[in-house]
């Protein structure tokens, strides 16, 4: 058997690939929502290529987590919330959950603003496009069943690819901007501390370790699946990382070169059309406009999965409203909430994203220590345990999120805590 | 009456009065000598932070007051019997199956009642008031429920209606009594809440047969899910028990690679049937088709009819024993008969005359709505179906042709939301 499957014939083993990927691709690539291009555009414009060394780095702390994330799902069979109410009990699962809904909805905000923002960009008003794509993410959802959701979003992925052509577009000068993967660069002034621990708070959220492990376990993959799941995982994260890394670059050579500021990713796609052309416009608005909303379908899917895990009530997207029915409310008050709250006049924006990546901040040291635990625990993961250099780097990575995030939370409330 | 997350942490003290640690689990055995309800056989009591110790259960504790004394010496150690199902690492907060509602459940506490002189594990709360009680809230939400006139909404289940999901981790060998004794098709319904991989281990604890007739309740797609967490021989077995039609279904749904793997360890002769309907389209009278049916030749008598159909139908294992098909040595289809034609005809005579010459039949590549429409117009129990050069290959029946249109009717989802 053992010579059997060493000669498996490469035709077989790529339908076995196919047949296993899906959530550690989708996953990362929801990752690259309206917040991340805000702040990968952002990262590129004002900073040029001197933060793109760290993005390597972020690649490689994702891989680790979402890794352990798939090993979770494939060893036990079960979704994180499972996990944590089972290992944990109620009152943490609670306080999880609780924090949970709140950032989920501030991060479904952020998606709708991505929306609005993208179709000003194309002269249609958000009073028009916010209720459509909220409508027509609801449907998809709602109407369809997992596998054919599945194969959208894996479809919607390839245009991801946009970013990259926005990137080659601008016409960067390469030799740069491949020293600059490789030349760590540091500055000690409030925006480029702030930008640094966004880029890594955007990249690495904690919604994406419950939304995957679910996926996967949806998909009913086992340890035998995990080989072909790890590489899913692994070129997942790397491809997102690319798709930021291509963000900053197209930003780079264009805003940056010219000196110009912006704020929002809109602003971006807006000074990259005479700087580029009307076609790197476009693309990077598309991107933005499809990156927003793949994000506003995944998250409150996540999130109503995770409550529905939790607390014990049926869940699924290949259930119906009867069935379902805390799973199908909690997404659909998401979605409904998210698109409303984008449509009456507010303040800012800005600060909503704020308000969501903080909250984050907050949950996910909660998430990666409990993750850590249940990883490592014996009873649950048998042989599948962290090896032992694994776990250091695992427990290096998570302290240097958690002491990120704990700088991105204070100098949110605290701007001038650092007094750089 | 004590409820589980109520006792846990309590003082345990022994029968002088000595504090001897807190109480960290509540073991109980569920072969209860035919009692309905489990008794209690042992405490675990953490002592100075260190790993819980077990001691056995006297049979008179109390457990209402605020402290539990130990009516055995706290020095005698239990002798595990293996079977004990431990209450807050075992059932706590896992999903366990009603039985009764045929659903999965999450356990938010469990309740313990004196039964004569001890306690025993009575319900099961799943309800959330057992959450709020978790959270330290009941009482406070009492208070605002009374100030509404309503009563805070309970809901637990009964032991008798609770059985556990098997698990990796959970080594006792609990009676799956209760399961098995339900309606293949409420065991789909419960299998429907889970995973693939729980829904796998369940299936896994019933026998073959029993295993195809659940997996038969369930949509293709989550069959092909459950059978691929399975072990590929036991895969293999319960394909093997499945009408061919169901099992050519299921296999569709498969990996190609691991499809391979349960056709090379099914018998070959019911892998060559499920293969020679894996052939046809699924969206085609072919795809709809099972292959275990009656046929006779034309040349026998009435009397003969009736004992091959009493010898090949349990063989056969033919799905419907109401119609015989007349055929031709080279399967030619040339007639049917129903099996009151042949009860109320003259034993002597020929099936030749009794058999109707023009039998409704449909094309393999007939579509769903054509077969549909020909067995709600004749008002057929089944439709046989046939190649173009009118070879018998294969029957419709109606229970198979209704599953086509039912799924449609359930799927109106989402009633009086907007």
Redesign the interface.
């Known amino acids: 058997m053992s010579i059997l499957r060493k000669f498996r014939p490469l035709r077989?083993r790529l339908?076995?690939l196919l047949?296993v990927v899906g959530p550690g691709i989708i996953t990362a690539n929801v990752d690259n929502d309206a917040g991340g291009i805000t702040t990968y555009s952002v990262a590129g414009a004002h900073y040029g290529y001197s933060l793109l060394w760290m993005l390597a780095l972020v690649a490689l702390a994702l891989v680790i987590i979402q890794e352990m994330s798939a090993r979770l799902g494939v060893v036990t069979?079960?979704?994180l919330a499972d996990l944590i109410?089972?290992s944990f009990?109620?009152?943490t699962t609670?306080s999880i959950i609780a924090v949970m809904l709140i950032a989920n909805l501030a991060n479904t905000v952020s998606e709708f603003a991505g929306v609005a923002a993208s179709m000003e960009i194309f002269g249609v008003s958000k009073y028009i496009s916010v209720p459509l794509v909220a409508l027509g993410v609801w449907l998809l959802i709602?109407?369809g069943?997992y596998?054919s959701v599945e194969r959208i979003f894996l479809v919607a992925s390839a245009i991801y690819f946009s970013y990259v052509l926005s990137g080659v577009m601008a016409k960067p000068p390469w030799g740069e901007v491949a020293q600059s993967f490789i030349t760590p660069s540091f500055h000690f002034d409030v925006g480029y501390v702030t930008i640094f621990v966004t880029i890594i708070g955007t990249t690495i959220a904690p919604w994406m370790q419950f939304y995957q492990q679910a996926s996967i376990?949806?998909?009913?993959l086992?340890i035998k699946d995990y080989a072909y799941e790890r590489v899913d995982v692994i070129v997942g994260s790397l491809f997102a990382v690319l798709v930021a890394a291509f963000i900053t670059i197209a930003c780079a050579a264009t805003i940056f070169a010219s000196g110009q500021r912006i704020d929002t990713a809109k602003d971006a796609a807006l000074a990259l059309f005479p700087l580029a052309g009307p076609y790197a416009a476009g693309l990077f608005a598309l991107g933005l406009l499809n990156a927003s909303v793949f994000s506003a379908a995944i998250l409150p899917l996540s999130t109503a999965y995770v409550v529905c895990e939790a607390?014990?009530w049926?869940s699924g997207v290949?259930?119906?409203?009867?069935?379902a029915p805390v799973f199908?409310w909690v997404y659909?008050l998401l979605i409904v909430l998210g698109a409303g709250i984008i449509l009456f006049p507010i303040k800012s924006l800005i600060e909503t994203m704020l308000a969501s990546q903080t909250l984050n901040g907050v949950l996910l040291p909660l998430i990666l220590i409990t993750m850590l635990r249940l990883i490592n625990d014996k009873?649950?993961m048998?042989q599948y345990v962290n090896g032992r250099i694994f776990n250091l780097l695992a427990w290096i990575t998570v302290v240097i999120l958690i002491g990120l995030t704990v700088i991105l939370v204070v100098t949110s409330f605290f701007p001038s805590v650092f007094g750089l | 009456m004590a409820y589980l997350s109520e006792l846990l942490g309590r003082e345990v003290r022994d029968a002088k009065g000595m504090f001897i640690g807190t109480l960290a689990d509540v073991l109980i055995s569920p072969d209860s000598n035919g009692q309905p309800y489990p008794r209690i056989v042992a405490l675990a009591v953490k002592r100075n932070g260190g790993e819980p110790s077990l001691v056995p259960w006297g049979g008179t504790e109390d457990l209402a007051g605020n402290k539990i004394i130990l009516q055995l010496p706290p020095t005698t150690s239990y002798q595990s019997t293996g079977v004990e199902v431990h209450l807050n690492r075992d059932v706590m907060d896992k999903q366990v199956i009603d039985t009764n509602g045929f659903r999965v459940v999450r356990v938010n506490d469990l309740e313990l009642a004196k039964i004569g002189d001890d306690y025993r594990l009575v319900n099961v709360d799943i309800g959330g008031r057992g959450l709020l009680r978790r959270l330290g809230w009941e009482d406070f939400f009492e208070h605002v429920a009374g100030l509404l006139r309503r009563e805070l909404p309970a809901q637990s289940i009964a032991y008798s209606d609770l059985e556990f999901i098997p698990r990796g981790d959970l080594k006792v060998r609990v009676a799956r009594q209760k399961l098995r004794e339900l309606h293949a098709a409420d065991i789909a319904t419960i299998l429907e809440d889970m995973r693939p991989r729980q829904a796998g281990e369940l299936i896994r604890q019933l026998s073959d047969e029993q295993a195809a007739d659940v997996m038969e309740e369930l949509e293709p797609e989550f069959q092909a899910d459950v059978l691929e967490t399975l072990p590929t021989e036991q895969a293999a077995d319960i394909v093997e028990e499945m009408e061919p039609d169901e099992a050519a279904d299921v296999l569709q749904e498969m990996d190609e690679d691991k499809r391979a793997q349960v056709f090379n360890l099914m018998e070959p002769d019911e892998s060559a049937e499920v293969a020679e309907l894996i052939k046809h389209p699924e969206d085609a009278a072919g795809g709809l088709m099972t292959t275990k049916y009656l046929t006779v030749t034309p040349d026998i008598t009435v009397a003969e009819a009736l004992q091959r159909v009493r010898v090949d139908a349990p063989t056969k294992e033919a799905e419907i024993i109401y119609y015989v098909y007349v055929v031709d040595a080279d399967e030619h289809l040339l007639g049917v008969f129903s099996l009151s034609d042949l009860v109320l005809a003259d034993p002597t005579i020929s099936v030749d005359t009794i058999m109707h010459h023009k039998p409704l039949r449909v094309p393999l590549d007939a579509t769903h709505e054509e077969v549909l429409e020909l067995i709600a117009k004749y008002n057929l129990l089944a439709v046989p179906v046939v190649d173009h050069e009118n070879h018998l290959v294969g029957i419709v029946t109606t229970d198979d042709a209704l599953d086509l249109i039912l799924p449609e009717e359930w799927k109106i989802k989402l009633p009086r939301l907007f």
């Open positions: 077989t339908l076995l047949s069979g079960k979704g109410r089972e009990g109620v009152r609670a709602v109407k069943n596998k376990v949806d998909k009913g086992t607390f014990g049926e290949s259930r119906d409203w009867k069935d199908f659909t009873r649950l048998g």
